[in-house]
């Protein structure tokens, strides 16, 4: 008789996150029904609202692509054992040196956005290194600095934008960007019907495939996923760890610094001050549906897009409040934060499966195999 042994087979990160996106979903449904609107019809018009036509569906794209960087941004923190809540601070910082740069740097075009890009990449990078070398030096630990430092980029921004940016008449923002200094372009604005849509996506999306490939094909990605993974083996193993985590929130920064570029100048064209962009907190929320994966982040991010560009079209359909999308969206981040539970329960069914299949597969043998006789 032949020996059969197991093969476990494992639920992946796709799985786990449509458990929670159902659940999500499932929980915005109830809530709907609760108020009395029909599910079914604000799910229509949430979808219609940011898929209806080519304006609506570049709307999408644009508030998709900053959602991607800052995504991006923590999940790199993330892959190496940070957790870079200071994204709200490097996206303000970013698009703040982007904004200087759009108003006082005047070059040919092509030139133009590689400076403008630089720039804000930088500024983001200069705002994640100071936690990251904070951690390395004096390990302090990475959320407590990140979060003051959101704050010094808010007050900063108080000083800024009246200072050097604020427009005739204007008072609590920066004058208007203009179109030919900004990442809007004129082909794009034509494709999508006048939308928000800006050459930020392709940024964005250039970005994944970066950060997919230092990740997984270079010696530094292998060195920042060891140290995330356990940091004293790591140094055991001569990797310097207290190096990787300043690179690993350099890089992060910069994502997020990126992420204020393709919003300052791309999606709104101004800056106001006393607003801390939510999208340095959603971008945990992208992060963790993705699994910490930049395809995952791209695929998560779009799909948070379309319920923060739909949301104001449901209201105005069905008088359901945009505050059930993101309520779904907390629901998502709580079911993805416990998705150990998820691994759990489809490790299970598949095992179970797999042992019927493996005893189906024994019983036929041993009916359709002559008995031999041991010598």
Known sequence: MKKHTTKELKSNAFLVALSAVLLGLLAGAILMASIGSNPFEGFLYLNKGALMNI??????LATSTTLMLVGLSVAFAFKTGLFNIGASGQILVGGLCATLVAHYVFLPRPLFLVVLTLSAFLGGAVWGVIPGFLKAKFNVHEVVATIMMNWIAYWSIYYFVPAYLKGPSLETESSSIAISQSLRSPWLTNLFNGSYMNL????AVVAVIVIKFILDKTTLGFELKAVGSNRFCAEYAGIKVNRSVVISMMIAGGLAGLAGLTYYTGYSRNMQIGVMPSQGFDGIAVALLGASNPLGVLLSSLFFGILQSGKGFMNAMTNIPPEIADT???????????????KRMWDGLFHRIQMKNET??????ETETPSKEVK
């Open 55 to 60: 304006e609506r569906i570049g709307n999408t």
């Open 200 to 203: 930020g996506f392709f940024i």
């Open 328 to 342: 779904i969206i907390a629901v998502i981040i709580y079911f993805t934060a416990t998705s150990v539970l998820f």
């Open 360 to 365: 189906k597969a024994l019983d036929k043998e």
